[in-house]
């Protein structure tokens, strides 16, 4: 098995480029998570050499309080992972904390990163914003984006899938790797390459109430929630303001509901929902139920894989995927140490090659 990934990696690494890309275990992972990342990352393992992993450092830098959910999310992350379609036989899945190097990395960045370039983080400023009930003052959470870009340099990644709204992390982590190539070479030549945005579709997804799906605003439809849950939570949902009565006529283009027929109804349930809406031929619970049905077949397979799956091997190929990053991981920093003359090779070596 392992004599196998590795000459799969051989010939991968001849041909395929590299992506890489995680997410903060905050839970379960809900709709938005699926729809506007996990789903593109599967699709991503037949074209790409993949790595993706669970951010559980970057969790504390806005749970350091209160570590407590940090280990038991990880667990329902990787489940959801692996009950999405994310495979180990084709992509390293593995845990930031697994894999020391991420720290190193981030400390040696750390050095040269200017403070005005975090602070000017659009995310910066709107987090310690909204999430007002934590203290977000800490050298931890303004530093993330360096821990972020450590993440990634540290796989020398080729791309970076991210939606719209998050390249700007990506071009943060650009302008880090370029300083430090700046400072730094290994004979010559650039040690951290820049990766690339890679520009995944992320469908507009409305969570209950109608504003943006996010587990902060707790308007969340899991992946992992049983149909009765999914049905329920969608019966709830906010529509068109303007049908207050069942004879009322609406518009599905005003609908968070329609929003959600866009992404998960056939061609032939979008008309009927655009024809019974509009003339008030149906009523919202009918068309909830319609959407409801989309939804849940997009569900079904993923929740079949999560009912076959056990904690005990999700936490097996975490390990195995972690250990297998930190190697990949190493080589990278063996660089980098040489680059910036962190070694005591280097030092031993100087005199004898004057
Ligand atoms: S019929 Fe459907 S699309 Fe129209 S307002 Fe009701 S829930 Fe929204």
């Excluded at 280990?71 to 992972?81: C, I, K, R």
């Excluded at 870009?149 to 709204?165: K, R, T, W």
Aim: proline share 6%; hydrophobic share 40%; charged share 25%.
């Amino acid at each position: 098995m392992g004599s196998k990934r590795a000459m799969a990696e051989t010939q991968d690494l001849k041909t395929r480029p590299r992506v890489l890309s995680g997410m903060r275990p905050t839970g379960k992972l809900h709709l938005g998570n699926y729809m506007g990342a996990l789903k593109n990352w599967v699709e991503l393992q037949d074209k790409y050499e993949c790595y993706f992993f669970i951010a559980d450092w970057h969790a504390l830098t806005t749970d350091y309080a209160d570590p407590s959910q940090i280990a038991p999310n990880t667990l329902e992350v990787m489940l959801d992972y692996l009950a999405a379609g994310l495979d180990p036989a084709r992509s390293v899945l593995f845990l930031q904390s697994r894999v020391l190097q991420h720290a190193e990395l981030a400390l040696l960045l750390g050095m040269s990163t200017p403070l005005g370039w975090l602070e000017r983080v659009p995310s910066y400023k709107e987090m310690q914003e909204n999430l007002t009930n934590r203290d977000l003052t800490t050298y931890g959470f303004l530093g993330y984006p360096v821990l972020m870009a450590a993440d990634i340099l540290l796989y020398q990644a080729d791309f970076v899938p991210v939606g719209q709204d998050q390249q700007a992390h990506v071009e943060l982590t650009r302008e880090v790797a370029r300083r430090f190539n700046s400072f730094y070479r290994l004979n010559g030549r650039e040690v951290l390459p820049e990766p690339k945005v890679l520009l995944t579709p992320s469908p507009k997804l409305p969570g209950t109430d109608g504003r943006k799906m996010s587990k902060s605003y707790g308007n969340t439809i899991l992946i992992s929630d049983p149909e009765p849950v999914v049905r329920q939570k969608l019966k709830t949902m906010v529509t068109d303001p303007a049908r207050i009565r069942r004879t009322d006529k609406g518009d599905p283009d005003k609908c968070p509901v329609g929003d959600l027929h866009k992404v998960f109804s056939t061609q032939e349930t979008m008309a009927k929902v655009y024809e019974g809406c509009r003339s008030a031929g149906i009523g919202c619970i009918e068309c909830k139920g319609w959407a409801s049905d989309g939804l849940l077949k997009v569900l079904a397979p993923i929740q079949e894989r999560r009912a076959n799956l056990t904690e005990a091997k999700a936490t097996e190929i975490l390990e195995e995927g972690s250990r297998h990053a930190a190697v990949r991981a190493e080589q990278t920093m063996v660089k980098v140490r040489d680059a910036m003359q962190m070694t005591l090779t280097t030092v031993a070596a100087a005199p004898a090659m004057r």
